[in-house]
């Protein structure tokens, strides 16, 4: 006989960059107001996470962008792709701050790289100077935004980074507070049962409400979420997931440093909605056998025994 588990689902989805509890070092936002982002930190792409913030700057390129704090500059690099013409600032903190695609740099810098690149008779240029050659204070002007490199459209792609080991932190733990009162809503929710020999997941049943009663015949499940951010055009990505099965913590992590190292990971975490009118990558809430991504907390890796005949509530903050 069969026995049809319920599984009743229940999303309380917290509001987007509201919560942070702020590290000790505050750094300024390196472009005025409008503060626009189109992109945050653990967002998912192709390939790897976001590692950093990308500020809008009205689909133009010009807007000046400033030093987040007193530092000096250890790396500057012009090149055809990738973070295109690249600012790295270094601060006493022990953080380095990075600012990417560019249209030009501070006339001294300018200067400095226009000499090297000269003598090299090449474009493309990193340069290391030395730390007492080229300071800035916070809000000082470093350089002037652009489209360089790997770039869509004009924006400031801006990381903070531990100066030592250069493995990103999530920038808005460091910031003042930006504000967005508009919670980020579930897409979609999907259900998928694991093959008990192998590793891989079969759909078992989606649904994009937010208060869902799934009827599974099976023993075990696990879930993962796709969210719209209803507060712009950019689907952004989320801070932390709570996944909680009868107010047990199940699976969990919270964005706030990875290195380059395991970025490669995205590939394990996430997977193509396939859903029409959806289209982004969903999050997995739980881990596959392979995925060393060190912001998993260990509480279950996501997976979900359901009882007999019962109806269990899943959560997912
Ligand atoms: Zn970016």
Redesign the pocket.
């Known amino acids: 006989m069969l026995k049809w588990s319920k599984v009743q689902l229940l999303l309380v989805l917290g509001c987007f960059l509201m919560d942070f509890s702020h590290a000790q070092v505050t750094f300024f936002f390196p472009i005025d107001t409008p503060l626009v982002l189109s ?1 945050t930190f653990g967002e998912l792409r192709s390939n790897h996470y ?1 590692s ?1 913030l ?1 500020f809008k700057t009205d689909g133009k390129e010009g807007r000046t962008v400033k030093a987040a704090a007193a530092g000096w500059v250890s790396r500057i690099k012009m090149s055809a792709v990738g973070f295109g013409n690249v600012i790295y600032l270094d601060h006493p903190s022990g953080h380095t701050t990075v600012y ?1 695609h560019l249209h030009h740099f501070h006339p001294e810098l300018m200067k400095y790289m226009d000499s090297a690149q000269y003598a090299a008779e090449s474009f493309e240029m990193e340069l290391f100077p030395d730390s007492g050659r080229f300071s800035f204070s916070p809000g000082d002007g470093i350089g002037v935004s652009g489209n360089t490199g790997g770039s869509q459209g004009p924006h400031l ?1 801006f990381e903070i980074r531990d100066r030592l080991t250069q493995v990103p932190q999530n920038p808005l733990l460091f910031l003042p507070p930006l504000m967005d009162s508009i919670a980020p809503m579930a897409g979609v929710i999907t259900l998928f049962k694991k093959d008990p020999n192998f590793s891989f997941f079969t759909l078992l049943d989606s649904s994009s409400e937010i208060n869902h009663l799934f009827h599974i015949n099976e023993d075990t499940v696990y879930v993962s979420l796709y969210t719209d951010d209803p507060s712009g055009e950019n689907k952004l990505g989320i801070y932390s997931i709570q996944l909680l099965q009868d107010d047990s913590i199940i699976f969990s992590y919270q964005y706030n440093q990875f290195s380059f190292d395991e970025t490669r990971f995205v590939n394990a975490h996430s997977h193509p909605t396939g859903v029409k009118g959806k289209d982004g990558w969903a999050h997995q809430l739980f881990k596959l056998p392979g995925d060393r991504f060190s912001l998993y907390a260990d509480a279950g890796f996501g997976k979900m025994v359901l009882p007999k005949s019962d109806t269990t509530n899943l959560e997912i903050d």
């Open positions: 992109g976001h950093g990308d990417a792609h």
